[in-house]
T-cell receptor, first 113, second 109 residues
Framework: IAGITQAPTSQILAAGRRMTLRCTQD?????MYWYRQDLGLGLRLIHY???????GKGEVPDGYSVSRANTDDFPLTLASAVPSQTSVYFC????????????FGEGSRLTVL | GQNIDQPTEMTATEGAIVQINCTYQ??????LFWYQQHAGEAPTFLSY??LDGLEEKGRFSSFLSRSKGYSYLLLKELQMKDSASYLC??????????WGAGTKLIIKP
């Protein structure tokens, strides 16, 4: 089934540890995004990539890094996790069509203690 | 700053009609989106408006007034499965999506 796969679905992490959230899509979409979703707030963009080999900073990039070595994969890394990074993380992709509809992965629930 | 406002929570009865409003103030406008998100799941695309007027898609319709910075999502013949959060998002002049916090819709029998 085509779509976006995220891993892990859930993780508890000690503060200061390094963590990489994986995201893979098989729709050959050029654009990919990482969002975090916190209660009472709208989705906030962390980083994005318009095409393989390029990345950009979103609204809340501090403490996170991404890479886009190929079209399919867009991992998000927390170099040294802090409790404020406890959140649900969604990876999304877009085919760049007129509507720019986003297709989301199922999310990764991260708890930093 | 950029801002999207929508009610935090609404309650409606199965079989009825509900209208979820969204007002926005953004730097430019390149389309407005509505997404549905069931609890614990990913958002899924519902509708897209870029011109003023009503877009109808089955039981769901979305309206846009660019001059008023206003949109609504209309859900007809409500079903229990429509219980979810509804997210309004606006694409600004930089083609970045600005998201509202979402409206949690509770459907009662």
């Amino acid at each position: 089934i085509a779509g976006i796969t995220q891993a892990p679905t859930s993780q508890i992490l000690a503060a200061g540890r390094r963590m990489t959230l994986r995201c893979t899509q098989d729709m050959r979409h050029n654009a990919m995004y990482w969002y975090r979703q916190d209660l009472g707030l709208g989705l906030r963009l962390i980083h994005y990539s318009n095409t393989a080999g390029t990345t950009g900073k979103g609204e809340v990039p501090d403490g996170y890094s991404v890479s886009r070595a190929n079209t399919d994969d867009f991992p998000l890394t927390l170099a040294s996790a802090v409790p404020s990074q406890t959140s649900v993380y969604f990876c999304a992709s877009s085919d760049g069509a007129t509507t720019g509809e986003l297709f989301f992965g199922e999310g990764s629930r991260l708890t930093v203690l | 700053g950029q801002n999207i406002d929508q009610p935090t929570e609404m309650t409606a009865t199965e079989g009825a009609i509900v209208q979820i409003n969204c007002t926005y103030q953004t730097s430019g406008f390149n389309g407005l989106f509505w997404y549905q998100q069931h609890a614990g799941e990913a958002p899924t695309f519902l509708s897209y408006n870029v011109l003023d007027g009503l877009e109808e898609k089955g039981r769901f319709s979305s309206f846009l007034s660019r001059s008023k910075g206003y949109s609504y999502l209309l859900l007809k013949e409500l079903q229990m499965k429509d219980s979810a959060s509804y997210l309004c998002a606006v694409r600004d002049s930089n083609y970045q999506l600005i998201w509202g916090a979402g409206t949690k819709l509770i459907i009662k029998p």
